[in-house]
T-cell receptor, first 113, second 109 residues
Framework: SQTIHQWPATLVQPVGSPLSLECTVE??????LYWYRQAAGRGLQLLFYSVGIGQISSEVPQNLSASRPQDRQFILSSKKLLLSDSGFYLCAWSNGLAGSEQYFGPGTRLTVT | DAKTTQPNSMESNEEEPVHLPCNHSTISGTDYIHWYRQLPSQGPEYVIH???SNVNNRMASLAIAEDRKSSTLILHRATLRDAAVYYCILRDGGNKLVFGAGTILRVKS
């Protein structure tokens, strides 16, 4: 069966510090991968998605970037965090077929102070 | 992205069925109807999806109107663990899920 991992589970970082969040998927190959953010009390917003190694699509202009160095690894980064980057970051995967469902990881709760 | 409309909140008694409605009058022929739910402090959980026909799985049933402009998620026997935000989403052949505000389901014991 497929499993999706995210770490760390929680993170407190000062403004201006760098960020690296990691997501890995097990039990499937060539998945579509996604990064979402959920601000406090708000809905989920798609940040990035990837259909293959090195292929990243950005949905919103922002202070963040994403990379996919391996087939089942997806990384979210920032060089300098802003207060507005605080939120609940979720990674998800799907099998890439039209209309297919997405499966979400446990999330990382980031607080920028 | 085609839009969905859901009630802000609903309440149910434990052990009773729950029918969560969703309107999607601008649905296109290639849009799949997806349902997810999110418990507090957790990531969304896939519940069910369908295209034209009604669907059943171990978690729920999805009833789709004949004109596809509305659908209903049916939880056959609500438990306290079903209390969550339920999202109805139209998914086209692309890569995006666009989450709205969803329906907050409260389950009373």
């Amino acid at each position: 069966s497929q499993t999706i991992h995210q770490w760390p589970a929680t993170l407190v970082q000062p403004v201006g510090s760098p960020l690296s969040l990691e997501c890995t998927v097990e039990g499937t190959s060539n998945p579509n991968l996604y990064w979402y953010r959920q601000a406090a009390g708000r809905g989920l917003q798609l940040l990035f998605y990837s259909v293959g190694i090195g292929q990243i699509s950005s949905e919103v202009p922002q202070n963040l970037s994403a990379s996919r160095p391996q087939d089942r690894q997806f990384i979210l980064s920032s060089k300098k965090l802003l207060l507005s980057d605080s939120g609940f970051y979720l990674c998800a995967w799907s099998n890439g077929l039209a209309g297919s469902e997405q499966y979400f990881g446990p999330g990382t709760r980031l607080t920028v102070t | 992205d085609a839009k969905t409309t859901q009630p802000n909140s609903m309440e149910s008694n434990e052990e009773e069925p729950v029918h969560l409605p969703c309107n999607h009058s601008t649905i296109s022929g290639t849009d799949y109807i997806h349902w997810y739910r999110q418990l507090p402090s957790q990531g969304p959980e896939y519940v069910i999806h369908g295209l034209t026909s009604n669907v059943n799985n171990r978690m729920a049933s999805l009833a789709i109107a004949e004109d596809r402009k509305s659908s209903t998620l049916i939880l056959h026997r609500a438990t306290l663990r079903d209390a969550a935000v339920y999202y109805c989403i139209l998914r086209d052949g692309g890569n995006k899920l666009v989450f709205g505000a969803g329906t907050i389901l409260r389950v009373k014991s």
